[in-house]
Structures are given as C-alpha cells and as structure tokens.
C-alpha cells in the first residue's frame, strides 16, 4: 500500500476532481517539489539546446590567424556574399560553413587575403624589452627578410606557397676565411603547375638580389614533391644538354601545332596524326676566312726619280788622266783650229737627265669572320597518317573510303608549307591513308560514394540524434515523473475518496444500528462525533489505525466502498 501524506483529507477537499498531477506534486514535500521542478528545467533547456545544436551548420576555420590581414574587409566581404560566419573566442580564428568554405576562400582571394602566416618587416615594428640582445634583434631582422622574400615568390601565379631559409654568416675581421651566404626556397606549388626553367632562375636571381653578398650559385630551390628545381648541382654539359632537348622538344611542338592547324579545317578533328622529328645542329662554329683575288692586281706603292744636271762653263776635255791635266807643250798646229775643237767638246756637255720609277704591286685581298648561330635545323622529318573519309548513307549506312594519291599530293604540299620544307636540306613529309582502329568509349567506373560521405548524411545524423535525445528526455524522463505524479495524486484521491465513503458508511450504520464500537472510533475521531477519522494534524499512522478499525467493525461496508472505487477507476 503506498505511503499517504498526513494531510490528504485537506488535499482531497482542495484539489480539482480530476487533475491527478497537480495532486500528486502538492502531495510532495517542499524539497521535493523545488528540485523536481530544476530538474524538469533542466530538461527542457537541455531539449532545446540539442534541437538548436543540429540547425546550426558545421563551421570550418577560414583564416587561422586574423593578425596579418585586415579583419574588417574580410568580415565586410562574407557578410556581403551571405556567408555565416564566427569568431573563435578561445584561438581567434575566424570560422565559416563548411558548405561555404570554399566559396568564402575564392572571395577572399579575389581581393588579395589569404591565409599567408609568414611574417615579414612588421616584426621590427613591434616594441622591443630593454634587456634584448643584439643576437635577438639579428633573428627578428632574419625572420622579417625571410618572411619577405617568401610572400613574394608566393605572389607568383604557379607558387601556392613559399618560405625561405637564409644562412647569413657572422661578419668578423679577425677571420680570414669568411663562409658563404646560402638560401633555400620551399616551394609548394598549385595543383597541375610547374616552375618553368625561366621562373626558376627568376626566383634565383630575386633571392640573390635580395640578400647581400649572397651569389646566385648559392640559391637550392625545392618543391613540395622533393624534386630540385634549380641548376645547382648539374654540370655545364648536363645543364647544356637538358637545354637543347627542351629547345628540340618545343620546335616540334610548334611545328606539329602548324600541321594541326593547316590540317584539322580539310580533314575535321581526330582524323589525323602528325608528328614532326626535328635534327638541330647545336654545334658552334667561328669561321675566319681571307680571300685573294689575282685578276685585279693594285699598285700598293709607286716611287719615281727624275735627275737633270747642266755645266754652265767649259770643263776639262780630253781624255781623263793625268796626261790630260798636264800644260800643254808647244804645238806645231795653228791655236785656232784647236781653240774651236774645244770649244765644240765643252758645248756637247753641257746637260745631263737621268729618270728613275719604283712601283710596288699587291693582290686583291678579303678577310671575313663568321659566327654561325647554334640550333640551326639540319633535317626535319614530317610524318602525316590520315583517317578513312567516312560517309552515311541510308542503304549502306557508315562506310569508309580511301584517299586518292591526288588529294595525298594535295596534302603533302599543305605540309610542306606549314613546316618551312627544304629540299636542299634534305627534309622528308610522308602522309599515309590509314584506316584508323573503331575508338572505344570509355565509361568511367562511377564509384558509389558511402552514404557517410554524403553531404546530406552529417546533418541528417544531427537532427536524428537531435530527435532521439529529445524523445529519450520526454519519455524517459519527463514522462516518467509526470506519470508518477499522476499517479500518487490518483491513489490519493481514491483512498480519500473510499475514507470519505467508509466515514458516509459508518456514519450511517451508526444511526441505525447505534454500534458502540463504532461510536468509540468515531468520538476518537473528534470532538461531537462528527470525523470518522482523526483531524488533518494528525499522523498517518493514526489515520491508518482509524481506517483499519472501520474496515474491521463493518466489513460490509468497507468491500462496498471498495467496489466503488474500483468501478469509478474504469
């Protein structure tokens, strides 16, 4: 039999007839009633908080550090685009949906933000202690270099991210032989990208250029993959080699691109194959030539004496000796005849003329010196295989017809002039009609993705939990207790109930019967014999004894007291 407060004789005068609930909890102690009420506020708040808990999206961090971009454009940017969005008050992070992140990152980097850690030259703006050391002070300015140079290669379209790694030596006078300035770049580059030869240089040198006494030759550049993408390490004649295949390998392409393009409007796309060898001559040659030419001779010098001498008196005649400087003996002959033979002598020696030319002659000479360039095409090989003509018909349906040596001809001219063909050079163009292998469609196999990963499974699984906590708190919980109040003020009603029908009982088997036992009971019960049972301020024991005494005295009475409740129950 359940336990009965002492005042349920009050409480089923004052409670509504049919609100067992609220019988039940005011049937309860003050203690009991306060917590059982936290605790059903409890539940509730638990309830909504779950039901809050799966309508609210997933977040995923956005910008993991807010310090080095500018927080209100990004704010500005999501609340512009509709994107939810939060601050992390514990790391600072600011956090987007998961649904949206993607789109949040392509808006931000539209304007140049992206999450980009790398500190720069804003470390020495910040307020330095008293006691830092000048070690310290050289870390922050290494840090703020590196930092710098890593946000500009990451500025590159090909680059997603950068740092660098400078080793600066310790400058000493007291030390003869200094180290050498190094670096090295980390590159992590975007998906489907690489680092031509030129933007490796390019990077090389910016580094270089940016660190002093740092030599180009000093530069190590890595990618995420742990491939070496700067020269250092190779050998001229390796790193001359890698260079010329990659100048073989894109004149081809180019060529062939020239096929294609002349080609693709006569036979229609996939119809063709071309493929273009090229033989490059990388040789260097400096060429010194001299060239004479012996049929136009040049007078290179010309020397010409002319010697003219006159006596203006007679001279000594004779013939010459000392006989002929003697005085002359006395002759026997007339002194005229010999005074006009000398006279005649002196007259024919008078004048003497002498001429004199010296001419120097030289051969027509050419002296040339000729560089030839490198990467000069010494043969060029084109070789063209081209599809069946195709045709539909309605009898026949899709056939196929060979090319006429006529229209190969045609083609093999269109060739030759899209490549730059020479016959001298000995260049070859072949173009074959071939009929090309049925192509194979091939159907990707379309994995079934887990239900797991579906974006719709996580937030279905919220709310499901979401339901199932609520559900186990009502029914579970809530109901429980309800049930139980419910309860215990039903049983409380029925035993005033079937107490107020045996007092009715007894009260009227006293009067006719006038039973002495019964009048006893009921002068125990209260003063002029009026309550059955003792007043609301005495025990329940009391009450119990009294009920049990009725119960005993007129057993009649009480089975049918206790048909009556049992039929009002129903």
């Known amino acids: 039999m359940a336990t009965l407060p002492a005042n349920i004789g009050a409480q089923a005068q004052q409670a509504p007839p049919n609100n067992d609930l609220t019988t039940g909890f005011s049937g309860l102690s003050v203690f009991r009633q306060i917590g059982l009420l936290v605790g059903l506020a409890a539940s509730i708040a638990i309830g909504f908080a779950v039901v809050l808990w799966s309508q609210e999206p997933d977040y995923s961090p956005l910008l993991a550090d807010m310090n080095n971009v500018d927080a209100t454009q990004a704010v500005d940017i999501l609340r512009g685009n509709d994107i939810p969005y939060k601050i992390d008050a514990k790391s600072g992070s600011l956090l987007v949906a998961s649904k949206h992140l993607h789109q949040a990152r392509m808006q931000l980097a539209a304007v140049g933000i992206s999450d980009n850690r790398s500190v720069g030259f804003e470390l020495l703006d910040k307020e330095q202690g008293l006691g830092t050391s000048q070690f310290m002070e050289n870390i922050s300015y290494r840090r703020g270099l590196e930092g710098e140079l890593a946000r500009t290669i990451a500025s590159l379209k090909a680059v997603r991210a950068a740092r660098v790694h400078l080793a600066l030596p310790k400058v000493s006078v007291f030390v003869r032989d200094q180290r050498r300035t190094s670096a ?190 490198q990467g000069k095409v010494r043969r060029l090989s084109v070789a063209v295989v081209v599809d069946d003509r195709s045709a539909q018909s309605e009898e026949e349906g899709a056939t196929s017809t060979a090319w006429t040596q006529e229209e190969l001809d045609r083609l093999i001219s269109l060739v030759r002039g899209a490549v730059g063909y020479d016959e001298a050079r000995g260049d070859s163009v072949n173009v074959v009609n071939a009929a090309f292998a049925p192509i194979e469609v091939f159907e990707p196999e379309v994995k079934e993705v887990p239900i ?54 007894a009260e009227a088997a006293e009067s006719e019967a006038g039973n002495a036992g019964m009048q006893g009971v009921m002068g125990r019960g209260g003063a002029g014999g009026t309550a059955l049972l003792p007043g609301p301020g005495q025990s329940y024991d009391m009450q119990l004894a009294a009920a049990q005494g009725l119960v005993t005295d007129n057993p009649q009475r009480a089975a049918q007291v206790l048909k009556q409740w049992v039929a009002d129950d129903e």
């Open 452 to 505: 797991w990963e579906e974006e719709w499974f996580q937030p279905l699984v919220k709310q499901v939990l979401a339901g199932l906590l609520v559900l186990i708190l009502i029914f579970v919980v809530i109901r429980p207790i309800m049930k139980s109040l419910s309860n215990d003020g039903a049983k409380q009603k029925a035993l005033a109930t079937a107490v107020a029908n045996a007092q009715a009982a």
């Open 184 to 373: 090295s770049v980390f590159v992590e580059l975007s998906p489907g990208r690489r680092l031509q030869e030129g933007q490796s240089m390019a990077i090389v040198n910016l580094v270089a250029s940016s660190v002093p006494e740092l030599d180009s030759t000093d530069v190590t550049i890595v990618d995420q993959n742990g491939r070496l993408l700067s020269n250092e390490g190779e050998s001229e004649s390796a790193a001359m080699a890698s260079h010329q295949f990659d100048y073989t390998r894109k004149l081809e392409q180019v060529l062939t691109n020239r096929v294609q393009k002349i080609l693709e409007p006569v036979l229609g796309r996939d119809k063709f194959k071309a493929e273009v060898s090229a033989d490059i001559d990388f040789t260097a040659i400096e060429q010194t030539e001299e060239v004479f030419n012996p049929d136009a001779p040049v007078v290179r010098s010309e020397q010409t004496l002319e010697e003219e001498r006159s006596l203006a008196g007679g001279g000594p005649g004779g013939v010459p000796g000392a006989l002929s400087n003697q005085p002359a003996a006395a002759a026997s002959a007339p002194e005229q005849a010999q005074a006009a033979r000398n006279l005649g002598a002196s007259a024919e020696n008078r004048g003497n003329s002498r001429k004199q030319a010296t001419r120097n002659y030289e051969l027509d000479r050419t002296i040339s010196y000729t560089r030839h360039q």
